[in-house]
Antibody, heavy 121, light 113 residues
Framework: QVQLQESGPGLVQPSGTLSLTCDVSGDSINSAFWWSWVRRSPGKGLEWIGEVYVGGTANYNPSLMSRVIMSTEKSENRISLQLTSVTAADTAIYYC??????????????WGQGSLVTVSS | EVVLTQSPGTLSLSPGERATLSCRTSQSTRSDYIAWYQQKPGQAPRLLMHGASNRAPGIPDRFSGSGSGTDFTLTISRLEPEDSAVYFCQQYSGSPRNSPQYTFGQGTKVEIK
């Protein structure tokens, strides 16, 4: 069974950088090729942040593109997220998710439990 | 950006009744690119359906999905108390090399009387 566990600071200062990691167990990150971050906030519902390929290629939500960096650490079986210049609007639960490893299908079959990040001074 | 509109906002039904949840996309979408999720309070979303009509592993057969073009439906044929949750639809547009984008509907809350 694939398990994803997000971790990182629960509180970030406005204008600071949000940094989260996602440890994958039960499978190799090489198995699904693509991994994403999704967040849920009271004001915007579920929002896709971006996706990262196991080889390092990443694609981001156009609305966040200028502030997001995603990466993978194959040796650690880990996915990472950085979001810069955060504001209160970035307060949300952040989920690490695995893409369905079925050619031609789009969606997320495994989700982490989520990491609540609050942006506040 | 493709906008997903879910209706109704809230559905209040009794156990054993049938629930029909709608998801309308602002542009025609491939069925392969439609998924549905269930989210209960304090839990992460759970994949129910992918490719519009394919149940994810472990999902009971009382859940079914259908639709094409811009109109997609999730049906719960016989509601059970544990089906009380918020249900989201999701679509994908673009391609890995051309502005990929996933968007979600705002959700339908299903309440069991």
């Amino acid at each position: 069974q694939v398990q994803l566990q997000e971790s990182g600071p629960g509180l970030v200062q406005p204008s600071g950088t949000l940094s989260l990691t996602c440890d994958v167990s039960g499978d190799s990150i090489n198995s699904a090729f693509w991994w994403s971050w999704v967040r849920r906030s009271p004001g915007k519902g579920l929002e896709w942040i971006g996706e990262v390929y196991v080889g390092g290629t990443a694609n981001y939500n156009p609305s966040l593109m200028s502030r997001v960096i995603m990466s993978t650490e194959k040796s650690e079986n880990r996915i990472s997220l950085q979001l810069t210049s955060v504001t209160a609007a970035d307060t949300a639960i952040y989920y690490c998710v695995r893409h369905i490893p079925i050619n031609g299908q789009r969606g997320f079959d495994f989700w982490g439990q989520g990491s609540l990040v609050t942006v506040s001074s | 950006e493709v906008v997903l509109t879910q209706s109704p906002g809230t559905l209040s039904l009794s156990p054993g009744e049938r629930a029909t949840l709608s998801c309308r996309t602002s542009q025609s979408t491939r069925s392969d690119y439609i998924a549905w999720y269930q989210q209960k309070p304090g839990q992460a979303p759970r994949l129910l359906m992918h490719g519009a009509s394919n149940r994810a592993p472990g999902i009971p057969d009382r859940f079914s999905g259908s639709g094409s073009g811009t109109d997609f439906t999730l049906t719960i044929s016989r509601l059970e108390p544990e089906d009380s949750a918020v249900y989201f639809c999701q679509q994908y547009s673009g391609s890995p090399r051309n502005s990929p984008q996933y968007t979600f509907g705002q959700g339908t809350k299903v309440e069991i009387k």
